[in-house]
């Protein structure tokens, strides 16, 4: 498995159409997601020059996990669209805070409804990638619009994390506001993956 991060400048049109493909299949397709897409291909407004990327390839070079990376001082996913999730406190606007986005680590082809997004050893490590590319950039927390079940996942991987807010219920789902706080060195605990989600 490959995990490779970079911004659309380091990415060949290919990679990039690949991974708006992936997008789609996973959120709009399998989940069902009501987002605005163009063809099969999902990218949003905060898809920028300044987004890093992660991506995640298996041995025959398909995408089987993606994620975004955008700094809060500029627009981000979470303050545009579910300022909800923060309850009373202002949305974050600081270059050391990165958003964590359209993330998920799954097989598109195979992904069934009930799946978990963010439950593999794969995502575990896609998180450990972010937090070194957020690193690399100054960042010291992410945040995230997430699920419920992934405030479990992360606690039984080791990171340090928090709620931002109470959970809101959106469209039948509970979400969460998470803080990480970002540690380069942090490494899965080969006793706590997140497989064991359910």
Not at 27 to 56: M, N, P, S
Not at 107 to 127: E, K
Not at 130 to 143: D, H, Y
Request: glycine share 10%; charged share 25%.
């Amino acid at each position: 498995m490959e995990i490779i991060a970079g911004t659309v400048d380091s990415f060949s049109a290919g990679v990039l159409f690949d991974m708006a493909r992936y997008r789609h299949q996973v959120f709009v397709e399998k989940l069902g997601w009501k987002l605005q897409t163009r063809g099969r291909f999902e990218l949003d407004e905060f898809d920028r020059k300044d987004t890093i990327y992660l991506i995640a390839r298996n041995p025959e070079g398909e995408i089987v996990g993606t994620s975004r990376l955008l700094p809060t001082h500029r627009p981000y996913l979470l303050a545009s669209v579910f300022p909800q999730l923060l309850g009373s406190i202002p949305a974050p606007c600081s270059p050391q805070i990165w958003e964590l986005s359209r993330f998920a680590a799954v097989d598109g082809v195979r992904l069934s409804p009930g799946d978990d997004l963010c439950g593999s050893s794969l995502a575990l490590d896609m998180l450990g990638a972010a937090m070194q590319a957020v690193a690399k950039e100054g960042g010291q927390r992410l945040i995230s619009a997430s699920p419920l079940g992934v405030e479990r996942i992360l606690r039984r991987a080791g990171v340090h994390a928090h709620r931002a807010a109470p959970p809101v219920l959106i469209e039948g789902q509970y979400l969460f506001a998470c803080y990480i706080d970002v540690d380069k060195g942090w490494r899965p605990r080969q006793d706590r993956c997140g497989n064991e989600t359910r």
